[in-house]
Every structure is written in structure tokens, then in C-alpha cells.
């Protein structure tokens, strides 16, 4: 088996309706052989009945398993785990795939010497965005909510600004690296609707500082569509304390830096709420949301 395709999900069974339709019209040379391997992360909904239809349905091996351990971490380990695959691709359950997506997989290993890539992943945004959603310069603060992982079309190594490292929607490597390196950390990552985030990010960064190159792959693209949900404060303000609580988790730091950090901030939302610049205050409020996660989390490994 050349390509393993690892779709972990939970409670998305319309979605993965859809993506494994997708997946079926994806195209490859005839002398290479792949599998799509659904793993169920406890879904209440159908989604074990639809993967057990499309699997009559697939033209390929389909896989259907269930994963009782709650949490993304838990699901991409099972996957890896059964794939059989020398490749193993990795995508969210709601992305919607270009074309050649499995083709340029394909091909990446054929002309970058590296066992791991990250791929393109652009975000369908609602026809509307609220103000405080900023997606671009020094005050970004859309990189925990949109998944949005564009930067052109230049092949490039992870490790430095922009390309710090893949996201989890779309990545793809050799089998051969988790012998080498491990698997996923099963303390961090989405469990249900406990956002810990950050387990693709701790793998990637644990190969990067063993020396292994990842690279960035633009042709490899996904699209992920983006639920206006999703750019409430509400959610932004939740999803930065979960990826705080997750860094305190992957890459501990003093207590006494992280409450700098959060006065620092303080400073700067008054200094902009000064200015009338509401807009980048909630840039640092999203900060200290971020720091107060790390404190919690924190204290909760001191227990």
C-alpha cells in the first residue's frame, strides 16, 4: 500500500458525507495503491452509517474504526496505527479537497527529498466578516479560528516566520517517521468540545528540533470552510485560553514570564482603548485570554 488517507471526526456525518464523495473522485497512476481509513472519535450522529455505506461505495480499501478514548490525538494515533500505507495523509472531516489534492501528495515525495509536508489550506469565509476579525499584519488574530494556511506557491522549510509549521486540516509524511519520532501527544489535543489544541504542532516541532525537514507544500490544497460561529469574540476569546492551556502543556514556561506577559498586555489594551483603537485592544485582550490559559493550566499540573 502506497498512501493511507486518515480522516479523524466526530459528529460530522453530513460533512463526511461529502468529503468522502470528494475523496472518491481523486485520481492517481494505476500502479498506485492508496486506502481512506475513517476513524469515529465517539459520534452520537450517523456517521457510522455513512462510512459503512460509502464503503460499498469506495474504489479503494475503506476502513471504518471507532476510537473510545475522546480526543483528536486519540483518533490520529488509532489511524497510524492501522494504516498501511508508506505515506500517511492526514485531513479534517469538514475540508473540501482540489482535484489533484492526492496526486500532488503524490508527487511532493517525488521532488523534495523530506519525509514530511505540510499542505495549502485556504479558508471559505462567510460573505460577511465582523470587524474585530483581522487576517493579516502585526495584528493578526485569526490564526486559532480560521484555519488558514496560505502562503503561496513557493515551496519552502518549516522553521522560521511564516512557515513555522503544518496544520492539522492538511499534512502528509512517511509511515517511517512515527518509528522514529513517536506518535501524537495524547494530552493535548481537541477532545470533544474541549479545545487543547496544539498535538500536530508539538509533533512537527519535535521532528524540526531533532533535525528532520518539514517542508511546506502549496500544490497539496484544501479548502475549509469557515462558520461564521466561529468569529464571535466569544469563540476567539475561548480558543486563545485553550491554546494557552495547551502551551503550558507542550512547552511549560515560568509562572512569573507568563503574569509579565500578561501585564504587558494590560498596558497596551489601555494604551489603544486611549487611542479609541477598540480593534487592536481585543488583539491584546485575545493575548491575555492566551496567558490566563497558561496560568490555569498552570496550576492544574500542580495539582
Known sequence: MHISVIIPTYNRAKLLDKLLDNLFQQSLPSN?????????????????KIALQK???SPVPLIYVKEKKQGSSYA???????ARGEIIAFIDDDVILDKHWLES???????????????????????????????????????????????GDKISEY?????????????????????????????VGVKGKTFLAGEDSEFFLRLMRQGE????????????????KRLTKRFLLK??????RSAALINPS??????????????????????????????????????????????????
Do not use: C
Open 105 to 151: 501528495i503524490w508527487q511532493a515525495f517525488r521532488k523534495v527529498k523530506a519525509n514530511a509536508f505540510g499542505g495549502k489550506v485556504i479558508p471559505m469565509l462567510p460573505p460577511t466578516i465582523p470587524k474585530w476579525v483581522v487576517r493579516s499584519g502585526p495584528f493578526r488574530n485569526t490564526g486559532l479560528a480560521l484555519v488558514d494556511h496560505d502562503f
Open 213 to 228: 525537514k518539514v517542508y511546506y507544500y502549496p500544490y497539496a490544497v484544501v479548502y475549509h470552510p469557515v462558520d461564521s
Open 254 to 303: 515560568s509562572l512569573k514570564y507568563t503574569l509579565r506577559n500578561i501585564i504587558i498586555n494590560i498596558t497596551y489594551i489601555l494604551w489603544y482603548a486611549l487611542k479609541f483603537d477598540v480593534i487592536t485592544s481585543f488583539h491584546f485582550i485575545l493575548r491575555i485570554s492566551y496567558h490566563l490559559g497558561t496560568v490555569y493550566q498552570y496550576f492544574l499540573n500542580k495539582i
Open 32 to 48: 498506485v495503491s492508496w486506502e481512506i481509513i475513517v476513524v469515529d472519535n465517539n459520534s452520537s450522529d450517523n456517521t457510522e
Open 159 to 187: 522553521g522560521h516566520p511564516p512557515y513555522y509549521a503544518p496544520v492539522g486540516a492538511n499534512f502528509f509524511l512517511k509511515k517511517i517517521i512515527f518509528k522514529k519520532y513517536g506518535l501524537f501527544r495524547e494530552d
Open 239 to 244: 480558543r486563545y485560553f485553550g491554546a494557552g
Open 76 to 82: 490520529r494515533n488509532r489511524g497510524v496505527k492501522i
Open 55 to 57: 464503503k460499498f461505495l
